[in-house]
C-alpha cells in the first residue's frame, strides 16, 4: 500500500508513540539487595555491586529484612531488659505466693476458732442438764436404772469434746476457776483452800466455761 508523504516521518512518529506508552506504564518496584554474601550460591560479593532481582517485592524485601543482624549493644540492652522484666515477674509471683499461703493460713485459723466456738456454744448450752443430773446423783436417783446409764452416756460424750469438770476439793483457791460463796477459818492450812464445791465448774481445753461455787477455808 503506498505512504503518503515522508517515510522518515512516519517511523519517527510511531518510535515517539511506543516512548510516551513507556513512560505511562507504572515502573515496578526494583530493590536492590546489599548484602555482602550472595544468598542463593554463597560466596561473598564485592564492595558496591548492586544486584536487582525480579520477581515479588514483599519476598526480597523479607529476605533482606531476615538478614540484618542486630548490633551486639543493642542486643545486650535487650538482654538487660529481658532479665529485668524477668526478676520482675518473679518478684511478683514470690509477693503472690507468700499472700497466697497467709490467707490459706487466716482460713484454716478462723475455720479453727469457728468450729472451737460451736462447741463451745453446744457445751454451755449442756450445763444446765449437768446440773440436773449432779442433783439426782446427790439425791440417790441415778444409783441405778436407765436413766443412769444415759447420764454416764452424756457426760462421756461430752467429754470427748474437751469438757472437763472442775469439782476437786483441798486444792488451793484459784480465782480464774474458783467463785468463793463462803469463807471460814480452817485449820492446819496455810494457803486460802478450797473445802467445798457447791457446784461444779467446767472448762474445755484453756478456757473456762464456768467456775466453781466453792467454800473456802482460810487461814485462822
Known sequence: MPHHGNEEEHGSSESRR???????EPQKPVIHDNRKVDPKTGQARHPGQEHAESGDALSQAEDILNSVEVPAAESVAQGAAGAAEAEELRNDLR???????NYRKRVERDRAVAGEMAVIGVLNALLPVLDDVDAARQHGDLADGPFAAIAAKLETALKTYGLVRIDETGV?????????????????????????????????????????????????
Open 95 to 101: 509477693r503472690l505466693q507468700a499472700e497466697y499461703v
Open 18 to 24: 511506543d516512548d510516551e506508552q513507556r513512560e505511562n
Open 172 to 220: 488451793e483457791f484459784d480465782p480464774t476457776i474458783h467463785e468463793a460463796l463462803i469463807q471460814q477459818p480452817g485449820t492446819d492450812i496455810e494457803i486460802d483452800t478450797v473445802s467445798q464445791v457447791l457446784r461444779s465448774g467446767y472448762k474445755s481445753g484453756d478456757r473456762v466455761l464456768r467456775a466453781a461455787q466453792v467454800i473456802v477455808a482460810v487461814p485462822a
